[in-house]
Structure formats: structure tokens, C-alpha cells
């Protein structure tokens, strides 16, 4: 059975960076594509990017964030620079059609 775990979000201040983990167990992520996404209050969940063959990003995170994986660790990260106050959401990894409980991410003073 396949479970995505994903963590690392938290508060920051407008221009700060987090580095947000998904960790995926009972199935390798290797050579398969796996996606983030997010949704903040109010709004409806929304793709952020995603990695497989190569990476692919969302217009509104292109160059601020990016995505890479370790296949031995089973694990994908989000590295997201140069925070706005309009990040501030639940941030989901979604791997097989399964999602996780997602990471609270926060910009804010």
C-alpha cells in the first residue's frame, strides 16, 4: 500500500525559503512521476509542478521554486525561494493517485 508523508513546511517571512520533503513508502518512486500541489484557504487545490522524465513547474513558481528527488531515500523535495504572502497554503505531494495530509506552509511577518 503505497503512503506519501510530507513535511518541512512551517512559518517564514515574506522572501525566506523552505525545503518541504515527500517521502513516499511501499512502492519506489523511481522513474515514476510524482506532483506537488497546494491549496490555500478558500481556494481550490492547484498544481504546482511536478518531476519525471524532467521537471515541470507552474507559472507562478517558475525559478523560485524547484523539485528534485532521491530515488535511494524514496523521497522528492520542494525547495521553494524567495517566499510571497500568496504561497501561504496546505502544500500536497501526490504520488500513484495517493495523497498526503499535507504541510502547512505560512508567509507572513
Known amino acids: 500500500q503505497v503512503q506519501v508523508v510530507e513535511s518541512g513546511g512551517g512559518l517564514v517571512q515574506p522572501g525566506g525559503s523552505l525545503r518541504l520533503s515527500c517521502v513516499v513508502s511501499g512502492r519506489t518512486i523511481r522513474g515514476q512521476p510524482i506532483v506537488w500541489y497546494r491549496q490555500a484557504p478558500g481556494q481550490e487545490r492547484e498544481w504546482v509542478g511536478g518531476s519525471w522524465m524532467g521537471n515541470d513547474y507552474a507559472s507562478f513558481v517558475q525559478v523560485r521554486f524547484k523539485i528534485s528527488r532521491d530515488n535511494d531515500k524514496n523521497t522528492v523535495y520542494l525547495q521553494m525561494n524567495s517566499l510571497k504572502p500568496e504561497d501561504t497554503a496546505v502544500y500536497y505531494c501526490?504520488?500513484?493517485?495517493?495523497w498526503g495530509k499535507g504541510t502547512q506552509v505560512t508567509v507572513s511577518l
Open positions: 501526490n504520488f500513484k493517485d495517493t
